[in-house]
């Protein structure tokens, strides 16, 4: 077997591949792609067959040939540089998806798992906050929603099957802290390093759940 990881340089992408290397109960080969635009080529795990290359490229084709599962994680995915940069933000995440959709349809890819996100409820005013209540607000936001349009058109077109993740304040060891503005889990942590109170809005009862969406 063999799998692929778009953004494997990346917390998320890097803690699946030492998972899939670690266990690896199917035997299966771990293929990875990264342009290490955000994740560092020293989180890759030993043992990933490692291909440093743009999703936007069409230079990944011939690497999706022979794969069974592509893990789809690679994106522009702070919110405030989203916000500077709406112009990358549809490149990265629109056109480059759409371009892995198409690699992973060339090489008879069995399935497509990959990341939306739990940004596209962002302007909900609804709580607890139905599946299908989806209000985007922000570019990146917006951009997840068009992967799901872009997922469905696929599926429908082509039988594609995919598999799509929204993640809720995600976090694992190798998230990055250095952004503009950190993840929630990385902000605490830096102020409790620094000796300072965390910052928690609201009375902090509230509560976020996790959605799989076929």
Do not use: W
Request: overall charge positive; proline content about 5%; glycine content about 8%.
């Amino acid at each position: 077997m063999k799998i692929l990881i778009t953004g494997v340089a990346g917390f998320i992408g890097s803690n699946l591949a030492d998972k899939l290397l670690k266990e690896n109960r199917f035997s299966a080969t771990v293929i990875g792609v990264d342009n290490l635009s955000y994740g560092t080529k020293e989180q890759i795990p030993n043992g990933v067959d490692f291909h440093q290359v743009d999703i936007r490229s069409k230079e990944i084709y011939p690497i999706f040939e022979g794969v069974d599962y592509v893990f789809h994680l690679a994106a522009k995915n702070c919110i405030s540089d989203c916000q500077n940069d709406p112009v990358e933000t549809a490149d990265v995440n629109i056109s480059g998806t759409v371009n892995v959709f198409e690699a992973a349809r060339r090489g008879k890819v069995k399935k497509v798992i990959y990341a939306e996100s739990s940004a596209i409820y962002e302007d909900s005013q609804v709580f607890p906050t139905p599946e299908s209540e989806i209000k985007p607000r922000s570019f990146y936001a917006i951009s997840e929603q068009a992967l799901m349009y872009f997922a469905k058109a696929y599926a429908r077109f082509y039988d594609f099957r995919f598999t799509a993740l929204r993640y809720f304040n995600d976090y694992c060891p190798r998230q990055g802290y250095r952004r503009t503005i950190p993840p929630v889990m990385s902000a605490f942590i830096i102020k409790l390093l620094k000796g300072e109170q965390p910052i928690i809005y609201g009375n902090g009862g509230k509560k976020k759940g996790f959605y799989l969406c076929r």
